[in-house]
């Protein structure tokens, strides 16, 4: 029972790190669009996808954004690798009203699935620190996105702190040991995470704070790609108002 419980929290772990990191390693045509089209086309996505209860039209916004994920080379199957666990879990939080509306299950969880799916678009192809100078350029209060830069920052540590005490203790255990030393040991494994997370924090604190923690302003200009995906975005707009 407990090597489950381990288990489901390495694999937790790694999922919600996954679910935060840009890619960083395969470019995509979306990669060089500029974050601050992105971000905006992200927020019209996730508005289309929830302000609606009609099913043609979540399929629209899910259809238009695999269709783009698609063409501008994003791993649909790394896409879905990022979302099924949310998607899966609205589904069983709804189950219970499914019984007297069984089209609102499938609604849904097609809109938290199109919300995510534009999330993970954006996430995949734009650094935070872009996310956060769009976010200024839109004139979001610099205090806010301090702090969402930070709560970012501090949370990808705290995943890779969990995740590599539970593999650094599985690579020194040679016996499974008994319930009681699994919870001796548990148990300064979560102290010495919460100490190492304090300490990474302080870290991370005293080198925004060497390096200067004002966010500038975004200087980018548009360029035709830009302008191209904003089409694109004009255009599920469009479709989404008239079906």
């Known amino acids: ?5 381990e288990r489901t929290i390495r694999e937790a ?3 919600f790190q996954n ?3 840009h890619e960083y390693s395969k470019k995509s045509a979306l990669h060089a669009v500029d974050a601050r089209v992105k971000l905006l086309a992200t927020i019209i996505f996730i508005v289309l996808a929830v302000s609606t209860f009609k099913l043609e039209k979540v399929l629209l916004v899910l259809i238009f954004l695999a269709i783009i994920s698609a063409v501008t080379g994003l791993s649909l199957i790394s896409l879905a690798g990022r979302i099924w666990l949310f998607t899966l879990f609205s589904f069983i939080v709804v189950i219970p009203i499914s019984l007297s ?3 609102y299950l499938i609604t849904f969880t097609l809109r938290v699935a199109a919300s995510l799916l534009a999330i ?3 996430v995949m192809t734009t650094s935070f620190s872009e996310i956060c100078l769009a976010l200024r350029y839109f004139r979001v209060p610099e205090l806010f996105v301090s ?3 930070l709560a970012y920052r501090y949370a990808i540590l705290m995943f890779r702190e969990l995740l590599g005490i539970l593999i650094a203790r599985e ?3 040679v016996s499974k040991g008994s319930h009681m030393d699994v919870w001796k040991k548990g148990g300064e494994a979560m102290g010495l995470f919460f100490l190492r997370s304090f300490e990474k924090a302080e870290r991370v604190q005293l080198a925004m704070e060497a390096r200067g923690e004002t966010l500038n302003h975004y200087h980018g200009k548009l360029k035709k790609l830009d302008f191209v995906y904003a089409t694109i975005l004009v255009f599920t707009v469009f479709w989404w108002v008239i079906i």
């Open 120 to 122: 993970q678009m954006l």
């Open 1 to 5: 029972m407990h090597e489950l419980l």
């Open 13 to 15: 772990s790694g999922y």
């Open 19 to 21: 679910f935060l990191i």
């Open 101 to 103: 509306d069984p089209a």
């Open 147 to 149: 702090a969402l830069w």
């Open 171 to 173: 690579s020194r255990r």
